[in-house]
């Protein structure tokens, strides 16, 4: 027969485990972003580069002469009709007008890093903000085409899982996307949160 104590030890709390039991065969410290060097958690919102509005009126010009040039070479080529330039007229005008309030966006857009995530807004009469939590980002990525690397400016993509909060902020300068995604990536690391 065994013997039952008679003073049983009440089993201790958690608040009662000694922190060496806790930390027995851990990492010695949380993995904390770097103060020094780095880009601080501010609160304040950041715009992008004037030169994102010449980049995109440079591009659109260039799109506009092959489409006109190619209107030239059809209506030449289709005994003078007049439809070619109906369509290359059509599409200078859709091309044109959102080109007329391309300087308005740009100065609408704007980012804020704060303590839990990052604030992303744009828009003049359709305003959107989006917060895509730190721990949430599956990939940070930095692209740019020809005219965008000649100004020197460049597009940070931050990608999460749900694909509605996926967010681009374009005209970025080149040396301010590599250290917005460098920050990204090493807060993102440490706020992990279930993936």
């Known amino acids: 027969m065994s013997a039952i104590p008679t003073n049983p030890q009440p089993e201790p709390s958690p608040a009662e485990v000694s922190t060496p039991v806790l930390d027995d065969r851990t990492y010695r410290g949380i993995r904390e972003p770097r103060r020094g060097g780095g880009l601080a958690l501010d609160g304040t919102w950041h715009q992008i580069s004037p030169k994102y509005v010449v980049s995109q009126l440079l591009q659109n010009a260039i799109f506009l002469v092959v489409i006109w040039a190619v209107a030239i070479v059809v209506w030449a080529l289709a005994d003078a009709e007049v439809w070619p330039w109906i369509v290359a007229g059509a599409i200078t005008l859709v091309t044109a007008l959102p080109l007329a309030i391309l300087p308005r966006q740009a100065r609408a857009l704007g980012y804020m890093l704060r303590a839990d995530d990052i604030v992303f807004r744009k828009g003049i009469l359709w305003q959107r903000m989006v917060a895509v939590p730190y721990g949430r980002m599956q990939l940070v990525d930095i692209?740019?085409?020809?005219?965008?690397?000649?100004?020197?400016?460049?597009?940070?993509?931050?990608?999460?899982?749900?694909?509605?909060?996926?967010?681009?902020?374009?005209?970025?300068?080149?040396?301010?996307?590599?250290?917005?995604?460098?920050?990204?990536?090493?807060?993102?690391?440490?706020?992990?949160?279930?993936?």
Do not use: S
């Open 143 to 195: 692209t740019g085409g020809p005219l965008d690397r000649a100004f020197g400016i460049a597009k940070l993509k931050m990608v999460t899982a749900a694909a509605t909060t996926g967010v681009e902020i374009p005209g970025l300068g080149q040396q301010a996307a590599e250290a917005l995604r460098d920050a990204l990536i090493e807060v993102a690391e440490t706020r992990r949160t279930g993936l």
